[in-house]
C-alpha cells in the first residue's frame, strides 16, 4: 500500500508530504524558507510556536503553519 500524501500549507501556500512527522526546519524548507534558522514557525491552530526547529513534530492534514522572519532588518 503506497503512502498517502498530506496537504499542509505554509502563509497559504499548499505543500506536501508522505512523512507523518516533519521537523519545523524541514517544514520552513521544503516551503522556501532558507535558511530555516532566519524564520520562526507557528502552528496556527492554537497559535503554538514550534521552538525546537529539530524536533519532528505530526502533520495532520490541512494542517496551517506561519512562517514569520525573524532576521534583522537593515536600517537606514
Do not use: C, W
Not at 10 to 30: F, W, Y
Not at 35 to 55: A, I, M, S
Amino acid at each position: 500500500m503506497a503512502d498517502q500524501s498530506i496537504i499542509y500549507f505554509v502563509n497559504g501556500e499548499e505543500q506536501t508530504t508522505t512523512d507523518h512527522k516533519l521537523t519545523p526546519a524541514q517544514i520552513l524548507e521544503r516551503a522556501g524558507f532558507v535558511p530555516h534558522v532566519e524564520y520562526k514557525l507557528v502552528r496556527d491552530d492554537g497559535h503554538k510556536e514550534l521552538t525546537d526547529h529539530n524536533k519532528e513534530e505530526p502533520i495532520h492534514p490541512g494542517e496551517r503553519f506561519t512562517a514569520t522572519s525573524v532576521a534583522p532588518t537593515p536600517t537606514s
